[in-house]
């Protein structure tokens, strides 16, 4: 089937977007977008990819030019994600994101869902296994057109930011939107990391 010209533009900047996710670790689909747009001085917003063209352009980008060392990167934030949700079993985390899709590079952050109706718990238990922690924020699509902030711990393990965003007991069944696909997100327990992680 051939491209109509605005197809091929939309596709260019996929492939664009896509290149400076893989390059500067860019974890913001519509800021890589926005970006890949201006440099190829393109200014119709009409002619955007979706997300899920860049992921698309993504992983034919990783396989091409980055294979072995991004499945390397992958391997490594699989594992530490794994102790690092070991560590937080009673809170019952899940893996989400780039992580668990196999699109991250060594740039990527291992992002976690945990669960508590009060932050103040997962952070005290952190500072008493004497892990330094900082708090900050993540915004979430809960429904179609409504994004909530939620409280979010940060802390590195080698040299790899770690991100657990704290949630209600109420959003275990329910997971947020995925800012790529604009479905419930992908996430996994211990149990399929631990499949994945012996997969490999």
């Known amino acids: 089937m051939r491209l109509t010209a605005d197809d091929r ?21 519509l800021l890589a977008k926005k970006k890949a747009a ?7 917003k009409r002619l955007l990819p979706s997300n899920s063209e860049v992921e698309l352009a993504l992983v034919e980008y990783q396989l091409l030019f980055h294979n072995e060392e ?6 490594e934030s699989r594992k530490i994600a794994y102790k690092t949700m070991l560590l937080l079993e009673e809170f019952e985390p899940l893996l989400v994101g780039s992580v668990l899709t196999g699109t ?11 669960f508590s109706d009060s932050p103040e718990i997962i952070s005290l238990y952190l500072e008493k296994k004497g ?15 409504n994004h909530v902030y939620f409280t979010a711990l ?20 329910n997971a947020p939107f995925d800012p790529i696909t604009q479905r419930p997100m992908k ?11 012996d997969d490999q």
């Open 131 to 145: 892990i330094p922690i900082s708090f900050c924020e993540r915004r979430l699509k809960i429904e179609k057109k």
């Open 154 to 173: 940060k802390f590195i393990a080698g040299n790899i930011n770690i991100v657990l965003i704290i949630l209600p007991h109420s959003f275990q069944r």
């Open 104 to 114: 991250a590079n060594e740039k990527s952050e291992i992002i976690i869902h945990v």
């Open 38 to 44: 201006q440099r190829l001085n393109v200014n119709n």
């Open 187 to 197: 996430r996994a327990p211990l149990s399929a990391i631990k499949r994945l992680i």
């Open 9 to 29: 533009i939309r596709k260019n900047i996929a492939h664009e977007a896509a290149k400076l996710v893989a390059q500067e670790g860019l974890e913001d689909f």
């Open 70 to 75: 991004q499945q390397q990167a992958v391997s």
